[in-house]
């Protein structure tokens, strides 16, 4: 079984073990092109992404290249920011791979309906599984990309505190 974390000092309940083993064992991970040597994404990294989402009869439902306009999607990992289902799978993947995801309707979007912006018609149903096409770009605490994208070459060799926020 991977290694998988959350960060619960937001006063979210998290997951005790079994609850956490059987989530894993709803998001089943397939690589469709590996990078050895890429960073392995973990619990507080920042992950940029690009994704394409499809619901259980094959349409496509979300896609961040369309929806971005070519720019990657970026969230912590492990911190609540995107589904359950992304925060593990991509804690099983490494910068610039890519990998098809499926993952159980309560580990992707719980019993919650979910309607995507770039298309205010596609609602997707309760519990309903999805599958992603997920390539992770860049995987790390502060990427090089953020820093350049939002002018903070200044934190060039400055550590941060692991268990501090960052936020801009």
């Known amino acids: 079984m991977p290694f998988v974390e959350f960060d ?3 006063g979210h309940i998290g997951y005790n073990n079994h609850g956490l083993k059987n989530d894993i064992a709803n998001v089943h991970v397939h690589k469709l092109k590996s990078a050895p040597s890429g960073h392995q994404c973990a619990l507080h990294d920042w992950a940029f992404i690009h994704y394409i989402g499809w619901n ?3 349409k496509e439902i979300v896609n961040s290249k369309k929806a971005r306009h070519g720019h990657a999607a970026y969230y912590r990992v492990g911190h ?4 359950k289902c992304w925060d593990i799978a991509i804690q099983q993947m490494r910068q610039g791979e ?4 499926t993952c159980a309707g309560d580990v992707d979007k719980g019993g919650a309906p979910n ?3 770039q298309d205010s018609t596609n609602i997707i149903p309760v519990y309903t599984d999805t599958k992603y096409k997920i390539e992770v770009t860049e995987c790390a605490l502060v990427p090089l990309s953020f820093r ?6 200044a934190l060039d060799g ?3 505190e692991e ?3 960052f936020y801009m």
């Open 148 to 153: 350049e994208d939002h002018g903070f070459g």
């Open 80 to 83: 609540y920011e995107m589904s």
């Open 115 to 117: 309607q995507y912006e």
């Open 98 to 101: 890519i990998a098809n995801v």
């Open 8 to 10: 619960n000092s937001y």
């Open 158 to 160: 400055v550590e941060l």
């Open 56 to 58: 259980d009869k094959g």
């Open 163 to 165: 268990e501090r926020d």
